[in-house]
């Protein structure tokens, strides 16, 4: 599987064929609403010329569900596949056009060319967001969404995960990095990835110290060399 971080808590998949995003957000929303938070690294224009095939929007704040970009990504006569919690559902299907929106409310399970996506728990402000699974069968990735450390997350999440990508910010409802590090240990994931911070902020990811963190490189690919497949 192909891996892409594209900034603040956006991720870029790429796996059998299908391109898969989430949480993109390439604007300059959030600085207009709040100048002091404003971009500290630049869009990647290239990246409304990829073929998305899913959108996964984990809630509704607008550095996860920002309307100026998702309108470029959903400006195309393909139809694409919407995947959001409750609010954010609401939220995303005004932006129009003939696309399939679905409801990804915690225990809903998509399967779409291989890649079964299934929403587990998170703990945010937003109520209905969600983490969730993203397995192709060859991995098992788990995208935590905006949340705090909740001991009840764990019941939702499979024994085998790959990677990890959790946010280690500690504003707006997020784990900060302690946190960050306990919770990624819980999940016994092989490899973990910290996400949601540079955007706004001048934070240290290195302060992310597990042995098995992997700092991200914003439009950076993360190659992962695939196992075999776990039914092999």
């Known amino acids: ?8 808590a956006g991720l870029l998949f790429e ?16 600085e207009k ?8 690294v630049p869009v990647k224009e290239e990246l409304f010329g990829e073929d998305i095939d899913i959108i996964v929007i984990t809630h509704n704040h607008l550095d996860h569900l920002d309307p100026k970009t998702l309108e470029r990504f959903l400006n195309t006569d393909r139809v694409l596949t919407v995947l959001a919690p409750y609010y954010a559902w609401q939220e995303v299907r005004k932006l129009g056009r003939n696309h399939n ?5 915690r225990g809903t399970v998509w399967t779409q060319n291989g890649i079964t996506l299934t929403a587990v728990k998170a703990e945010h402000s937003d109520l209905t967001a969600i983490g969730f699974i993203v397995d192709d069968s060859k991995e098992k990735l ?3 969404g905006d949340t705090l450390y909740n001991k009840d997350i764990f019941a939702d999440l499979p024994q085998d995960i790959d990677t990890v990508f959790l946010p280690i910010n500690g504003v707006g409802n997020n784990m900060n990095i302690t946190d960050a590090k306990r919770f990624a240990v819980k999940t016994g994931a092989k490899n973990a990835v910290p996400v949601h911070w540079g955007m706004f902020d001048e934070l240290d990811p290195t302060e992310f110290d597990l042995e098995n963190a992997v700092i991200p490189t914003i439009y950076d690919c993360l190659l992962y060399t695939s196992p075999s497949p776990r039914d092999a």
């Open 1 to 8: 599987m192909k891996i892409t971080w594209l900034g603040q």
């Open 15 to 30: 796996s059998n064929g299908i391109k898969l995003i989430v949480d993109p957000y390439l604007s300059d929303s959030v």
């Open 33 to 40: 609403i709040n100048p002091q938070n404003f971009r500290r």
């Open 101 to 105: 929106y679905v409801m990804f409310n």
């Open 142 to 144: 788990y995208i935590t």
